[in-house]
């Protein structure tokens, strides 16, 4: 198994960063479905801000394309052979507030349904000795498909909302083969280090010079 596998980010502009390992493990507070080193990325605007939080926003569930980020591109972190590809999810409304909460009580459902229904749309990627999985993609966006080989920052698909998601964002995460559910979590990196919660990353393409 990989020690670390160090990538690319998934996108290019500005992005914060949720769920980050750098501040704990396991990052989403669980080791199930090799998710200990996982990381959530949310896109944001020029400022920094998703969606403004309003009163409507605390007491019932939004439509997505109020965000700032949905539909937005998301590229390959990694090279490799496309493995998996699921993009048939529809993207639901998003939570905040009061109907976070609720929303968070359906936990337990989301989860009996194995790690599928809590990826969404996805895409696994095999290369390097591991396999990536980039998670959370808007329902029939994705451009690639199984047995399919893609380079550094090609593009997968586009920043949804369907599974176990709260508001549109990437889910990232590296396991050491292609059964999810079985696999083991692989510490992972961003060009050679990893944000914190909180950090905004301002991401270039791939190979673009600084």
């Known amino acids: 198994m990989a020690a670390l596998v160090d990538l690319e980010y998934p996108f290019i502009g500005r992005w914060l960063t949720q769920n980050s390992p750098a501040n704990r493990v396991p990052s989403h507070g669980t080791t199930l479905f090799g998710t200990s080193y996982a990381i959530d990325f949310v896109p944001v605007d020029k400022a920094g801000h998703t969606a403004p939080l309003t009163f409507a926003s605390l007491v019932r569930p939004e439509p997505t394309d109020r965000f700032p980020g949905f539909g937005r591109r998301v590229l390959a972190p990694i090279e490799g052979v496309v493995v998996a590809v699921r993009d048939i999810e529809p993207d639901h409304v998003a939570y905040r507030g009061l109907p976070s909460v609720g929303y968070a009580l359906t936990q337990r459902r989301r989860?009996?349904?194995?790690w599928p229904a809590l990826a969404g749309n996805h895409v696994l990627i095999e290369g390097d000795g591991v396999v990536v999985a980039v998670c959370h993609l808007q329902q029939g966006s994705v451009e690639v498909r199984s047995g399919q080989h893609v380079r550094l920052g090609g593009l997968l698909g586009s920043c949804g909302n369907?599974?176990?998601?709260?508001?549109?964002?990437v889910h990232l995460?590296?396991?050491d083969g292609r059964d999810i559910e079985r696999a083991k979590a692989v510490p992972l990196a961003f060009q050679g280090r990893l944000p914190r919660n909180g950090e905004i990353v301002d991401a270039r393409a791939a190979g673009t010079p600084e």
């Open 111 to 114: 989860a009996a349904g194995g």
């Open 162 to 169: 369907s599974g176990n998601s709260t508001e549109p964002h």
């Open 173 to 175: 995460q590296a396991v």
